[in-house]
RNA sequence: GCACCCGUAGCUCAGUUGGAUAGAGCAUCGGAUUUCUAAUCCGGCGGUCAUAGGUUCGAAUCCUAUCGGGUGCACCA
C-alpha cells in the first residue's frame, strides 16, 4: 500500500502539472494542527514565486493554489480541501476512505507497508566489544541503536549483513598470553570470569616485570606469524570472552551471533596489501618514518596506516575492512555505529577509499555517531567509585528495580509472570531510554526516569500495549467472536485521531532508515500509546453496541499490532499483561 | 591553533525536505475511579528557540560572526 504521503504527493504533482505545466514538488506535510487538516501542501508559496519570475507578471499564491485546487483529483480520498493563509493547502481526508484503508491495513500481516521498491545490501557494524574485556556500558549504545536499526532495516526488505568487529587482534595479546601461559604453567585454574581483573594482573606484570615484558613481545611475533600454541591461547582469550558478552547479548534481545564476528584478526592478511596498494596509488607517502596519508592536505592531520619500527593500525584495518564490504560483501550501504569522538578518523578513511576508487559510484558510507551516555551528574557514567561500569550490573540493577516495582503493580499475578515482567520492563527500559533520545547527542541516564509509568518510557508502551490486549481477553470471557471488519467507522474524534496516526507508520519507518535515527520510530509510538489512552478512556469498545463494537475491536487490534511490531522494530519486549 | 558536534520551559527531551499560534514528560497547582488495567486520563502555570546580523513570501531549522559547553587532532583502538 501506497503511504498517505505518496499518493497525495503524485495527485498534487499531477494537478500542478496540469494547471500550471511545471513540474515541481508539492512539499506536502502532515499538518501540525488538526484544525488545519490532516495534511497540507506547501508548493503554492514557492510557486508563484518562481512563475512571477519566468512570466515577469506579479502572481499571488492564493490564486495558484485555486488553480491547482481546480485540476485536483483526489477521488474518495479527501472530504475537503481549503486554501488557508498565504496559500495552504489544507487536505482533510474522509473518514470513510480512511475506514477503509485501516481495514485493509488489518488485512495485511505486513500492516500494509510495502516492502522498498529497491532493496539494498547494508552492512551494519556494531557492538565490537574488546577480547579479555568485559562489556561495559560504553557498549550499550552501539550495540542498542545498531540492533534496532538492523531490525529495521531488515523489516524494509534491505539485504542487512551484521558485522560485529571485536577488538580481537593488537599488541595487547603479547601480555595476555604471556599471563595465560603463567597461570596454567603454575597451574592455576584458567578462570577467565572475572575478565577484567585478567587483563588488569597482565597489564600490570607488564610495566613492572622486564621479563614478562619480554616474553609478551615474543608472543606477539609468534601469533602473527602463525604459531599454533600462540594461536591456541588466542582462541581460549577469544573463546572465553565470547561466552562472557553472547549471554549479555541473549538477554538484551540483540541478533548478534557468533557468525556475525569479523573482528580485527580477520583482516590481517589484508592489511600489507591495503598499504602497499595505497602506496601504488600515490596516496600513501613515507612521513617521520611512518607511511601515512595526507588526505586533507599536506599541513593538517594525517592517517597514519603503518608505524615507523612496521606494524599496522586501526585504520589500516578500517579501510581493509571497508574494502572487504564493498568488493567482497558487495554492500551498496555501509553504517557504523560507532562513538561521535571517532567522526574525524572516519572521514579520513572514508575519503581515503573513496579516492583509492575503492567504493563504486553511488555506495553510501556512513558513520552513525553517538554521543556519551552521562550519569545525572553531567559527567560521563561510571560506578560510585569512578570505574568504569559493566553492562551486566547495569542490567541487573535495572531488573532489580523493575521487579520492585511489578511488584507493588501487579498483585494478581504469579510469581513467574511477574519475574517475566520485571526482565522485560528493565531491560526494556534500558534499550528504550536509549533509543527514544536522538543519537547524536549525550545524554543523561537515569533509572527513575526510564522506568517511570509516565512519560515517553517503556513501560507506557509496553502498559499501553497490554490495556489493549486486556479487551480481547475480557472478550473471550464474555463470548464475544472478532473477526477482522471489511470496514472501519470512525466517528469520535478520538477515533479519528488514533486512526490517523495508525495510518502514518510506514512513513515513520522509512525516516528511521534514512537517517538511522530509531528515535523518530519511538516518538511515534509515544505518540500512539497517548492517542489510544484518550480514545480507551472515551470510547467504551466492549459495552457498544454493533457494528461498533467490531469496528474499534478493529481499530485496537491495529493499534495493538502497531506497537508490537513497533516494539518488536525496537528490541524490546511486550508482554501480554502486566 | 585547526576541525567536528551541541545550545529549545526550572529539569530531561521532541520538533520530517524551511511552513501557519514552538510541543511532550518530570516538577508544581487543580480535577477525574460503581463502567474494557488509575502502571491511566483531563486542565492550569511555565519560552528573547544562546546572542547579533543575513538569505526568504515565511527561519528553532539554511548562511556568517560572537559567546558558552563537549570532543578529536602522528604512529593505542
Redesign the pocket.
Known amino acids: 500500500m501506497q503511504s498517505i504521503t505518496a499518493q497525495l504527493s503524485a495527485s498534487f504533482r499531477q494537478a500542478i502539472q496540469t494547471a500550471l505545466g511545471v513540474e515541481a ?1 508539492p ?7 488538526p ?2 487538516g490532516d495534511y ?1 501542501a ?1 508548493a503554492a ?2 510557486l508563484a ?1 518562481t512563475l512571477a519570475q519566468q512570466t515577469g507578471q506579479k502572481t499571488n499564491p492564493r490564486q495558484i493554489a485555486e488553480q491547482i485546487i481546480a485540476k485536483l483529483e483526489l477521488g474518495e480520498m479527501a472530504e475537503s480541501v481549503s486554501i ?3 496559500g ?1 493547502i ?1 487536505v482533510k481526508l474522509s473518514a470513510g476512505w480512511m475506514g477503509q484503508r485501516l481495514a485493509q491495513m488489518l488485512q495485511s500481516d505486513r500492516l500494509g507497508i510495502d516492502p522498498v521498491e529497491s532493496p539494498q545490501k547494508v552492512v551494519v557494524d556494531y557492538s565490537a566489544p574488546n577480547i579479555a574485556k568485559e562489556l561495559h556500558v560504553g557498549h550499550l549504545r552501539s550495540t542498542i541503536i545498531g540492533d534496532a536499526l538492523v531490525r529495521v532495516l531488515s523489516f524494509q526488505g534491505d539485504e542487512v549483513i551484521r558485522q560485529n568487529h571485536i ?1 580481537d587482534w ?2 595487547q595479546f603479547g601480555m595476555l598470553i604471556a599471563n595465560l601461559q603463567d597461570l596454567s604453567a603454575q597451574g592455576t585454574r584458567i578462570d577467565l570470569k572475572d575478565l577484567e581483573s585478567f587483563y588488569v594482573q597482565a597489564k600490570k606484570r607488564f610495566e613492572d616485570d622486564e621479563d614478562f615484558q619480554k616474553r609478551a613481545r615474543q608472543n606477539v611475533v609468534k601469533l602473527q606469524s602463525g604459531d599454533p600454541a600462540t594461536l591456541k591461547d588466542w582462541q581460549m582469550l577469544v573463546h572465553k570472552t565470547r561466552e562472557h558478552y553472547q549471554p549479555i547479548y541473549q538477554r538484551l534481545g540483540v541478533l548478534l551471533t557468533p557468525e556475525d564476528e569479523r573482528g ?1 584478526s580477520f583482516y590481517n592478511d589484508m592489511l600489507a596489501p591495503v598499504v602497499a596498494d595505497l602506496k601504488a596509488a600515490g596516496l600513501a607517502e613515507q ?4 607511511t ?1 596519508v595526507f588526505i586533507d592536505g599536506p599541513d ?3 592517517l ?1 596506516i603503518e ?2 619500527g612496521g ?1 599496522y ?2 585504520a589500516t ?1 578500517d579501510l581493509a575492512a571497508l574494502r572487504y564490504r564493498t568488493s567482497t560483501l558487495h554492500a551498496q550501504r555501509v553504517i557504523y555505529l560507532v562513538d ?6 572516519f572521514q579520513q578513511v572514508f575519503a581515503t577509499a573513496r579516492k583509492a576508487g575503492w567504493i563504486p559510484a553511488g555506495v553510501s558510507l556512513e558513520h552513525a555517531a553517538f ?2 551516555m552521562l550519569g545525572e551528574d ?1 559527567r560521563p557514567f561510571a560506578t560510585r567509585k569512578g570505574g568504569t561500569a559493566k553492562l551486566k550490573d547495569l542490567l541487573d540493577e535495572a531488573q532489580q528495580r523493575a521487579a520492585a ?2 511488584t507493588n ?2 498483585i494478581d499475578l504469579s510469581d513467574e509472570q511477574k519475574h517475566q ?1 520485571a526482565i522485560a ?1 528493565g531491560i526494556g527500559a534500558v534499550k528504550y531510554a536509549d533509543l527514544s ?2 543519537r ?5 541516564f537515569s533509572f527513575d ?1 526510564m522506568l ?5 518510557t517503556a ?2 508502551l509496553q ?1 499501553a500495549h ?2 489493549v ?3 480481547f481477553r ?1 472478550a473471550e470471557e464474555r463470548g464475544i467472536a472478532y473477526t477482522p471488519p471489511s470496514q472501519i467507522q470512525l466517528d469520535s474524534p478520538h477515533e479519528l485521531a488514533l486512526a490517523q496516526h495508525l495510518t502514518r507508520f510506514g ?1 515513520v519507518l522509512e ?1 528511521v532508515s534514512r537517517e538511522l535515527k530509531p ?2 520510530l519511538c ?1 511515534y509510538l509515544y505518540d500512539l500509546s ?1 492517542r489510544f ?2 480514545f ?2 472515551n ?5 457498544s453496541d454493533e457494528p461498533v463494537r467490531t469496528s474499534r475491536l478493529g481499530l485496537i487490534d491495529l493499534t495493538a499490532r502497531t506497537l508490537s511490531l513497533g516494539l518488536d522494530l525496537l528490541g524490546i519486549e511486550h508482554p501480554p ?2
Open positions: 514538488d512539499l506536502i506535510s502532515v499538518s501540525q494542527n484544525k488545519f497540507q506547501n508559496m514557492g514565486k488557508a493563509g498565504p495552504f489544507n577488538g593488537g599488541t580485527e612521513s617521520q618514518g611512518a601515512a593538517k592531520t594525517p597514519i608505524k615507523s606494524g593500525l586501526y584495518t561521535a569522538r571517532q567522526s574525524q578518523h554521543g556519551t553531567g516495582v511489578v503493580k501487579s515482567i520492563v533520545k536522538d547524536i547527542s549525550d545524554y543523561v526516569k517511570s509509568l509516565d512519560g515517553n513501560p507506557y502498559y497490554a490495556r490486549r486486556s479487551i475480557r512513513e525516516l528515535h523518530h516518538s497517548t489512552s484518550g480507551f478512556e470510547c467504551p469498545v466492549l459495552q499483561q502486566m
